[in-house]
């Protein structure tokens, strides 16, 4: 895994991390006031991270432009802001909604992002492996169908 796949990748262990750790966190101290917390960093940040990483992995085309870096600091930075603003906000700190709210909102932008990306992508024809632009058989091809 390269580039953009493996930042996503790597972000997504480290919201796995976090998150299970105030899962259990939760559990031994059977306050559950974090559990939106504890979702959003399972979920958008874990579980989504994983699938962008999964996906520009197998189309790497797309994991090489500049919107994907783009798609990834966008997502990084306000899942931060989101998920960090929302513990304080649910700790009790009404003043840091703010940030909450632009965190969401940045994040919702970064999905639009990939929702673009992603969708660009698989209109894109694909050519499948062993042919050439054109439709023929690529040499390698033909000299093996010859051999046999």
């Given at each position: 895994m390269?580039g953009v796949a493996?930042?996503f990748?790597?972000?997504a262990i480290l919201?796995?991390v976090?998150g299970?750790?105030?899962g ?5 101290t ?10 959003h ?11 962008f ?6 189309v ?5 432009s500049?919107?994907a870096a783009?798609?990834?600091?966008l997502?990084a930075?306000s ?8 513990y ?5 700190h009404a003043?840091i909604e703010?940030?909450v709210?632009?965190?969401s909102m940045?994040?919702y932008?970064?999905i639009l992002?990939?929702a673009?990306?992603a969708?660009?992508a698989?209109?894109?024809p694909v ?6 632009p054109?439709g023929?058989?690529?040499g390698?091809?033909v000299?093996?169908?010859i051999?046999?």
């Amino acid at each position: 895994m390269h580039g953009v796949a493996r930042k996503f990748f790597t972000l997504a262990i480290l919201y796995a991390v976090c998150g299970m750790a105030l899962g259990l966190h939760m559990s031994i101290t059977h306050d559950h006031s974090q559990m939106p917390v504890h979702a959003h960093a399972m979920v958008a940040g874990w579980l989504m991270s994983a699938v962008f990483a999964f996906f520009y992995h197998l189309v790497p085309a797309a994991g090489s432009s500049r919107l994907a870096a783009a798609h990834f600091w966008l997502t990084a930075v306000s899942g931060v802001m989101l998920i960090v603003g929302l513990y304080f906000l649910l700790a009790g700190h009404a003043a840091i909604e703010p940030v909450v709210a632009v965190g969401s909102m940045v994040f919702y932008a970064s999905i639009l992002l990939f929702a673009y990306i992603a969708l660009s992508a698989m209109r894109k024809p694909v050519r499948p492996a062993g042919l050439s632009p054109d439709g023929t058989l690529s040499g390698r091809l033909v000299k093996e169908s010859i051999a046999r």
